[in-house]
């Protein structure tokens, strides 16, 4: 089935944050180590991201290493970060034929030598590409992200440039990582856990939110799909009565 198949064009969410969970039990199922699990996620990865082209989304926003992942066996870290740089180095031609443009969040410094400049080249190869961005939150979280921004702001309020009375919620939205990406429409998490995980708190105010107990590596198109489908049916009011929603709508 196309994956476009039952979804309305006109509404397609313009941003997709996804939580890639469940790598490691769906490995052990298959009586596998956690590290084959992770190597079929990237197909995964592969997947989606070519399925969100398909469709339009204009960002893809993928958690593929949290700030609390860096307590995992050192194995484990560095296979993930061995996988990272395979993935970077075999796709970035696709990447860049297919348009997709790579950007990425979190505290990047923190990430090996070989993985900083893998990444960093692949985002300023990238950097011409106009279709969709994928963004990589790597060695991100939330926490670590609006402390960062707090600091940001707090030293524009220190050094004079910015007033304590012009703060607002754009202050804080625009010294987040994610400044100039818009918020996430939809938020996908698998694996069946109903938590958001230190993953974009501030940015997925109003988002909606779709989980799913399959695991990261049998989430394909077809799941994609399903998500789409289900987050159409809903009705975002942003705080707002159905009437009002309905009547801007026909305005
Ligand atoms: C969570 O599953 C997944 C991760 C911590 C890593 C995600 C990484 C990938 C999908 C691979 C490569 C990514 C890119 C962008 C190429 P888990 O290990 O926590 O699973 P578990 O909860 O079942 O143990």
């Given at each position: 089935m196309s994956v476009t198949e039952g979804i309305d064009k006109t509404r397609i969410p313009k941003h997709i944050a996804v939580i890639m969970d469940g790598n490691g039990r769906w490995a052990k199922q298959k009586g596998q180590d956690r590290i084959y699990g992770h190597q079929a996620g990237a197909e995964s990865v592969r997947q989606i991201t070519e399925a969100c082209g398909e469709l339009g989304v204009e960002y893809l926003t993928l958690y593929?290493?949290?700030?609390?992942?860096?307590?995992?066996?050192k194995y484990e870290i560095e296979a993930l970060m061995a996988l990272l740089v395979e993935t970077i180095e075999n796709e970035t031609d696709d990447l860049i034929k297919n348009n997709v443009r790579i950007l990425a969040i979190g505290?990047?410094?923190?990430?090996p030598e070989d993985v900083e400049q893998k990444l960093s080249n692949c985002m300023q190869r990238t950097a011409?590409?106009?279709g969709l961005k994928l963004v990589l939150a790597l060695s991100y979280s939330s926490r670590w992200e609006i402390t960062e921004a707090v600091r940001k702001i707090a030293t524009q309020v220190k050094e004079g440039s910015?007033?304590?009375?012009?703060?607002?919620e754009e202050t804080v939205s625009n010294n987040?990582?994610?400044?100039?990406i818009p918020d996430p429409d939809l938020l996908i998490r698998t694996s069946g856990e109903l938590r958001?995980?230190?993953?974009?708190m501030w940015q997925l105010s109003y988002a909606e939110l779709y989980f799913t107990d399959m695991y990261w590596p049998d989430f394909g198109k077809e799941e994609l799909r399903k998500a789409i489908i289900d987050y159409q049916r809903r009705e975002r009011r942003f705080g707002k009565t159905s009437e009002q929603v309905r009547e801007e709508t026909e305005e």
């Amino acid at each position: 089935m196309s994956v476009t198949e039952g979804i309305d064009k006109t509404r397609i969410p313009k941003h997709i944050a996804v939580i890639m969970d469940g790598n490691g039990r769906w490995a052990k199922q298959k009586g596998q180590d956690r590290i084959y699990g992770h190597q079929a996620g990237a197909e995964s990865v592969r997947q989606i991201t070519e399925a969100c082209g398909e469709l339009g989304v204009e960002y893809l926003t993928l958690y593929a290493f949290s700030m609390e992942n860096w307590d995992r066996p050192k194995y484990e870290i560095e296979a993930l970060m061995a996988l990272l740089v395979e993935t970077i180095e075999n796709e970035t031609d696709d990447l860049i034929k297919n348009n997709v443009r790579i950007l990425a969040i979190g505290d990047l410094k923190k990430l090996p030598e070989d993985v900083e400049q893998k990444l960093s080249n692949c985002m300023q190869r990238t950097a011409v590409c106009t279709g969709l961005k994928l963004v990589l939150a790597l060695s991100y979280s939330s926490r670590w992200e609006i402390t960062e921004a707090v600091r940001k702001i707090a030293t524009q309020v220190k050094e004079g440039s910015l007033e304590l009375e012009d703060i607002t919620e754009e202050t804080v939205s625009n010294n987040l990582a994610t400044n100039s990406i818009p918020d996430p429409d939809l938020l996908i998490r698998t694996s069946g856990e109903l938590r958001i995980s230190n993953f974009l708190m501030w940015q997925l105010s109003y988002a909606e939110l779709y989980f799913t107990d399959m695991y990261w590596p049998d989430f394909g198109k077809e799941e994609l799909r399903k998500a789409i489908i289900d987050y159409q049916r809903r009705e975002r009011r942003f705080g707002k009565t159905s009437e009002q929603v309905r009547e801007e709508t026909e305005e």
